[in-house]
């Protein structure tokens, strides 16, 4: 079973599938392996539906989030795929299991005022406030994920027309605008940098290499506290802060779509149930009992 895994988790990284879905997938199916391994099933042979539901069994008593337990459950369905494409299972073990519903979360994203906070803690904070000030500004600005931002190039910022070349979800290429102030951090921090070529990563750690993920999200984690944000926020916080905030100065959905890289509308309207000012606002000017409704 472990070894099949490791081939469904390299026909994943063949089929340009993203790092953090390569890693997601990979935690998912290590958990499931060591639970065959603890129970003697370690054939293909024994992936059953009653040896899932086991497994489900055993996981739901450790209360995980739903979502967390759907996740796992899509990532055991594209691994059944894989072993019924390759010969290994006769049938889809999947087929007759009923998958909970998934619970809808609202996006967690920080006030303009915490965004600001945020930011000018990374500007005056460390000895690496320079490039933290260029990360931050651009994630605000732009709304990249994690993986996006840290796999850009320096010759991905193009100045003169103030927008990124993205590599998004799927190796999708995509255009989103910058603002000002984030081309200018930038500028500063490549000033800062020593001879800095075209093709070398925007954003460095202490070693010199590439930025990772879970560098970016050990910084804002860091920052975040230094910022005193007393709630849980993440680097996606920034991402979820940049569209909401978009939306409620008048941002329309379809633009906000290509902005963020969403493959459908439907995964860009979650944010219509989050930007409540602009419904305040609207509310306020438009209901004719309204109280703040002047004659």
Not at 39 to 63: H, V
Not at 174 to 199: G, M, S
Request: charged share 25%.
């Amino acid at each position: 079973m472990k070894e099949w895994a490791q081939a469904f988790l390299l026909q994943l990284k063949n089929k340009n599938y993203s790092v953090m879905t390569v890693k997601s997938y990979g935690e998912d199916l290590q958990e499931f392996v060591n639970f065959c391994a603890a129970r003697n099933k370690t054939k293909p042979q024994d992936f059953t539906l009653s040896f899932i539901r086991s497994f489900l069994a055993d996981l739901t008593q450790k209360e995980p989030a739903r979502n967390t337990v759907l996740r796992k459950i899509a990532t055991l369905r594209s691994f059944a795929g894989f072993l019924l494409e390759q010969g290994k299972i006769e049938k889809n073990p999947f087929k007759l299991l009923p998958a909970p519903k998934r619970e809808k979360l609202l996006p967690k994203f920080l006030t303009i005022d915490e965004s600001a906070r945020l930011i000018d803690t990374a500007a005056n904070k460390g000895r690496y406030a320079m490039r933290n000030k260029a990360l931050f500004e651009l994630i605000y600005s732009s709304g990249l994920r994690r993986s996006e931002v840290t796999g850009l190039k320096i010759a991905d910022v193009d100045f003169f027309n103030g927008v990124v070349k993205v590599l998004g979800k799927g190796n999708k290429e995509r255009y989103v605008p910058v603002t000002d102030e984030a081309l200018q951090a930038i500028k500063n921090y490549l000033a800062f940098r020593a001879n800095p070529l075209p093709t070398e990563p925007l954003f460095l750690n202490k070693n010199g290499t590439a930025l990772t993920g879970d560098g970016l999200a050990y910084i804002f984690k860091q920052l975040a506290i230094q910022s005193h944000i007393a709630r849980k926020v993440s680097p996606h916080s920034l991402r979820h802060s940049f569209a909401t905030h978009l939306l409620n100065n008048g941002c329309d959905l379809r633009s906000l779509q290509e902005m963020l890289g969403h493959k459908t509308l439907a995964a860009t309207q979650v944010y219509t149930h989050v930007s409540l000012d602009k419904l305040k606002s609207v509310y306020q000017h438009a209901h004719p009992k309204n109280k703040e409704l002047k004659p």
